[in-house]
């Protein structure tokens, strides 16, 4: 069990959260926690990370548990795997079950061996069991099982009230949420701090990523994701990290810890390897940071997340037409789709207990009928958050500019948008790499608050913290 920030009754809070997700009427929900995952046999496993919506309801960060929850929250049962003396040899003792129920707030606890049987029951009864759609196979395989049906329609058959309500409960953070965000932030200051201070040429991308990883680890911390470090920026989720660090070159680097209640963090800064921007580097990088602002100072409630993605865009392709790279009226290049050369993604995204947070409810996070409407366009990938902004969301900022050799030539020679990009300047950007910087905010009723500490960002302080090693 994760103890979280001193001084905040978690139990109090699970108990107030499942209390609220009762979205089933008199059903029953299903909450699946994660299993181990075997690299090749069980024993020897890949690392652990529980299912974000249990940890929701529950702060039970162990495998192999599962809760009922009820209409009447004094009937949530805990089903927890029974230690046996293996267990205890190979592994450790581990927090009985009867201590996990009593850090979630649960007042029973049954063997897991018995939930099968339970769920029989409640449905013998004629009531209905609700569950979020999975998205580990093992955890549909499991629902499958529980509910003796195809492995197939599990997804199918989710509780889509079950999943609005926990869209929008989940996506409005609670002060103890975000005060872990700004714990998981402190960390992913000194991660990038320290990422920065030793970066130069001649040393390889993995040597970075280790110094990343080792902070946190050293603080006892997970990463929320694989980190991105790379100076091939223009492949959005590089996961390799082979490359020697060149100068002339940037480097990106995106990479955020987990707090200790497995909140996530999420922070991308790009800078020169050799400690100075070139004019052409820091004029891209005052185009990226423009949108960034601009789009923050857009950020209040009731504004779309859609509509800031589009407003940022504008910036972005303003300076970029100023740039020479793009022509034409900005609005109507945006409007048409052409700016997404340079940024095929989204704005940002929602953060909380996953850096995606919430998802893998998909569309559920937004507004269905308009998603279905605007999904269209490329470059809008993971703005499923069309909805008007609320107090309390808390969400990633990041907007950047990208050089794609491939799809350069692959628009060139579709002959897209000629009239809004200047594909002849193109050919001296091919081995730019790419530009991102990303911080994250909570939405207040006065518009965006910057979460953490201020992290290098300006030219001026990202060359200082440069040549900090
Ligand atoms: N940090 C990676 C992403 O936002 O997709
Ligand atoms: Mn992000």
């Known amino acids: 069990m994760?103890?979280?920030?001193?001084?905040?009754?978690?139990?109090?809070?699970?108990?107030?959260?499942?209390?609220?997700?009762?979205a089933a009427g008199d059903g029953v929900i299903l909450w699946l926690g994660h299993s181990l995952q075997p690299r090749n046999y069980l024993n020897n496993a890949y690392p652990f990370r529980q299912n974000s919506h249990f940890l929701y309801c529950t702060g039970l960060a162990e495998p192999d548990l599962a809760m009922l929850s009820f209409p009447e929250p004094d009937d949530d049962i805990l089903f927890a795997r029974a230690v046996g003396i293996d267990d205890i040899v190979w592994s450790g003792p581990g927090l009985?079950?009867?201590?996990?129920?009593r850090g979630?707030?649960?007042?029973?606890?049954?063997?897991?061996?018995?939930?099968?049987?339970t769920i029989?029951?409640?449905?013998?009864?004629?009531?209905?069991?609700?569950?979020?759609?999975?998205?580990?196979y093992s955890s549909a395989l499991g629902i499958a099982r529980l509910l003796r049906t195809r492995v197939e329609s599990v997804g199918r058959n989710a509780s889509v009230a079950l999943m609005?309500?926990?869209?929008?409960?989940?996506?409005?953070?609670?002060?103890?949420e975000i005060a872990e965000i700004e714990d998981a932030l402190s960390i992913t200051g000194q991660m990038h701090r320290a990422a920065m201070a030793a970066a130069r040429p001649g040393l390889r991308e993995s040597y970075i990523a280790g110094i990343i990883q080792g902070i946190a680890l050293s603080a006892g911390r997970h990463q929320a994701f694989d980190p991105i470090v790379t100076i091939h920026g223009e492949v959005l989720h590089n996961g390799s990290r082979d490359n020697v660090l060149e100068p002339g070159r940037l480097l990106l680097n995106d990479s955020g810890a987990e707090s200790p209640m497995c909140y996530a963090s999420d922070i991308t800064r790009t800078y020169p390897v050799n400690?100075?921007?070139?004019?052409?580097?820091?004029?891209?990088?005052?185009?990226?940071?423009?949108?960034?602002?601009?789009?923050?100072?857009?950020?209040?409630?009731?504004v779309s997340y859609i509509d800031l993605h589009f407003g940022a865009c504008r910036v972005l392709a303003e300076g970029?037409?100023?740039?020479?790279?793009?022509?034409?009226?900005?609005?109507?290049?945006?409007d048409a789709g052409a700016h997404a050369l340079?940024?095929?993604?989204?704005?940002?995204?929602?953060?909380?207990?996953?850096?995606?947070?919430?998802?893998?409810?998909?569309?559920?996070?937004?507004?269905?009928?308009?998603n279905a409407a605007r999904r269209g366009p490329f470059g809008l990938n993971y703005l499923n958050l069309n909805r008007p902004l609320k107090t309390g969301f808390v969400l990633t900022v990041e907007p950047g500019v990208y050089f794609i050799p491939a799809l350069i030539e692959r628009w060139r020679d579709e002959k897209k948008f000629p009239e809004f990009i200047n594909y002849d300047k193109l050919g001296a950007w091919l081995s730019f790499g790419g530009i991102r910087v990303e911080d994250n905010v909570v939405v207040t009723s006065k518009g965006a608050r910057l979460l953490g500490t201020p992290i290098p960002k300006t030219i001026e302080e990202v060359e200082a913290a440069l040549s900090a090693g």
């Open 104 to 117: 979630a707030g649960i007042g029973r606890v049954e063997d897991i061996a018995k939930l099968k049987e």
């Open 164 to 176: 609005e309500q926990v869209a929008d409960q989940r996506g409005v953070k609670s002060p103890e």
């Open 320 to 334: 970029l037409k100023s740039a020479g790279l793009m022509k034409g009226n900005s609005s109507d290049a945006v």
């Open 2 to 22: 994760k103890t979280g920030l001193s001084g905040t009754n978690w139990r109090k809070i699970f108990r107030k959260r499942r209390n609220l997700i009762r």
């Open 96 to 101: 009985p079950p009867e201590e996990m129920a």
């Open 342 to 370: 340079f940024m095929p993604h989204g704005i940002g995204h929602m953060l909380g207990l996953d850096v995606h947070d919430m998802e893998d409810l998909g569309s559920i996070i937004g507004n269905k009928k308009k």
């Open 275 to 302: 400690g100075k921007f070139t004019p052409r580097q820091a004029e891209i990088y005052r185009v990226v940071l423009d949108a960034q602002l601009a789009a923050m100072d857009m950020i209040k409630p009731k």
């Open 120 to 136: 029989d029951g409640i449905r013998g009864r004629g009531r209905r069991i609700h569950y979020l759609p999975p998205y580990q």
